[in-house]
């Protein structure tokens, strides 16, 4: 069964870079079928994509965001990761990685990971 | 990218029949048959009840249904029951290989 297992900081400074990892267990991450996504939700508010990336390296990013997020995968550690940089307390959300279909075969997320809240504060 | 558009709460009363709708573009909802559909309990993460606008995941039961006509989706929920309380969220593929999410509704078993 595969599940994902987001980890990281919980707290980063203002002006600095989140940086959080998920590790994938029970399949791996480089399906030629599936991608891999992060989504954030900021407390009692919705879900917003960030990103998305296929085991080779090619990623597509959420147009708002684009220019703070860099995402990256080590097929040799079953992970991927996301960098966000330039943090305000807007970037505060509990961020999850998610197995993504994307494109021409589809879009959904399946499974997710459990989440990962991370605030943003001096 | 504009989120989709969802109304924020629903209810109805166990047994009945609610529809959650999901309102896009032509660019999103409109153009593929790529929409998805989240149920979210309080403090858990998302799981997906419905893909590719109306198809199923094993073990997702048959009361959830989905459709869509021009740029909007519906999710349908029949023989309501007090488990079904949870937020829900669709999701659309969008020109452009992004992703786009609603905004989220509420659904209360009255």
């Known amino acids: 069964q595969l599940q994902l297992q987001e980890s990281g900081p919980g707290l980063v400074k203002p002006s600095e870079t989140l940086s959080l990892t998920c590790t994938v267990s029970g399949g791996s991450i480089s399906s030629t079928t599936y991608y891999w996504g992060w989504i954030r939700q900021p407390p009692g508010k919705g879900l917003e994509w960030i990103g998305t990336i296929y085991y080779s390296g090619s990623t597509y990013y959420n147009p708002s965001l684009k220019s703070r997020v860099t995402i990256s995968v080590d097929t040799s550690k079953n992970q991927f990761s996301l960098k966000l940089s330039s943090v305000t307390a807007a970037d505060t959300a509990l961020y999850y990685c998610?197995?993504?279909?994307?494109?021409?075969?589809?879009?959904?997320?399946?499974?997710w990971g459990q989440g990962t809240l991370v605030t943003v504060s001096s | 990218q504009s989120a989709l558009t969802q109304p924020a709460s629903v209810s109805g009363s166990p047994g009945q029949s609610i529809t959650i709708s999901c309102t896009g573009t032509?660019?999103?909802?409109?153009?593929?048959?790529?929409v998805s559909w989240y149920q979210q309990h309080p403090g858990k993460a998302p799981k997906l009840m419905i893909y590719e606008v109306s198809n199923r995941p094993s073990g997702v039961s048959n009361r959830f249904s989905g459709s869509k006509s021009g740029n909007a989706a519906s999710l349908t929920i029949s023989g309501l029951q007090a488990e079904d309380e949870a937020d829900y969220y669709c999701s659309s593929y969008t020109s452009g290989s992004t992703v786009v999410f609603g905004g989220g509704t509420k659904l209360t078993v009255l």
């Open positions: 032509s660019s999103d909802v409109g153009g593929y048959n790529y």
């Open positions: 998610a197995r993504h279909l994307l494109g021409v075969a589809g879009n959904w997320f399946d499974p």
